[in-house]
């Protein structure tokens, strides 16, 4: 696996309005930084991960705990909720609970949310359900659209007042309801390898990440005005989504982390319940 050798570290983004608050101070200028960041969905950013094509990436939370002895977790930052997340929805044609012995259609973009729902329709809800994988989008057009499908990201928030769709669960809502803790959707992880930098590149660099999180929480009629050039959502409902999303990683956050390991090894996900090992600590968190 090749690490960066310049003074430029690779920074993966999520190609979402949910991480505008981040990103934003760093691509304007706001914020001065190492960085060469490259955007793209979950899925490619585990990939490129996962290839060592990148030094510093925000992850699926799925990506840490099946890789725990590639990366270590960057301090305080996640995307998390505690309670509605918005943009992660099963929307269904159908009562929630008449889903069994349909098929789902579920997004190859995110792994962490279509594990959750899994957990979410046999563990919460006693649920037996197919999969099949496709873009919910597509398959609206396609003249054949799904009883029940799991839309994230902006895709979700484009879709969620679909009348067709009358019944909806918000995976973040449900999880709470269900353990009483917030869910993390998203890490930021570092390949172990970037500890090799000497120039002093990844000091700046999580130091420029600490600054742009500050800036966006103590900024966000600025982020607001910016996101809604794409277009998506408008100013009062930018501010109540951000108002619903945490960039925190505390210990309330590092408690649903591990429950959502437990209920990954119990899916057969993963082997084991990994250690969270944050940088600068090492230490795995109980």
């Not at 002895?69 to 929805?89: E, N, T, W």
């Not at 159908?94 to 279509?114: A, D, F, M, Y």
């Amino acid at each position: 696996m090749a690490v960066s050798s310049s003074d430029r570290l690779r920074l993966g983004k999520i190609s979402y309005l949910n991480v505008v608050p981040i990103y934003y101070p760093l691509e304007s200028g706001i914020i001065s930084h190492p960085f060469a960041i490259t955007a793209g969905t979950p899925a490619d950013l585990n990939e490129r991960m996962v290839r060592g094509e990148l030094d510093l990436s925000v992850v699926s939370s799925i990506e840490y705990a099946r890789y725990p002895g590639r990366y270590l977790i960057l301090p305080d930052l996640s995307i998390s909720c505690r309670g509605p997340v918005r943009s992660v929805l099963l929307l269904s044609q159908r009562p929630i609970g008449e889903l069994s012995g349909r098929t789902i259609l579920i997004t190859s973009q995110s792994h962490t949310s279509v594990a959750l729902l899994k957990i979410l329709l046999t563990r919460l809800l006693g649920l037996q359900v197919a999969f099949r994988s496709g873009s919910c989008t597509d398959a609206l057009t396609s003249g054949e659209p799904p009883t029940a499908m799991l839309a994230i990201g902006d895709e979700a928030l484009r879709l969620r007042e679909l009348d067709a769709y009358p019944y909806r669960l918000d995976l973040g809502e449900s999880w709470l309801q269900w353990t009483g803790l917030a869910f993390v959707f998203a890490l930021w992880v570092m390949q172990r390898q970037a500890l090799e930098h000497g120039n002093g590149a990844l000091e700046r660099g999580l130091e420029a990440l600490r600054r742009a999180k500050a800036w966006g929480e103590t900024h966000r009629r600025e982020i607001c005005e910016e996101a809604v050039k794409q277009d998506i959502l408008d100013l009062t409902q930018l501010h109540d989504y951000y108002q619903c999303l945490d960039y925190d990683l505390g210990p309330d956050q590092l408690a649903g982390l591990k429950l959502y390991f437990e209920h990954l090894v119990g899916l057969g996900e993963i082997g084991r319940v990994p250690p969270l090992q944050v940088y600068s600590r090492l230490a795995c968190v109980a």
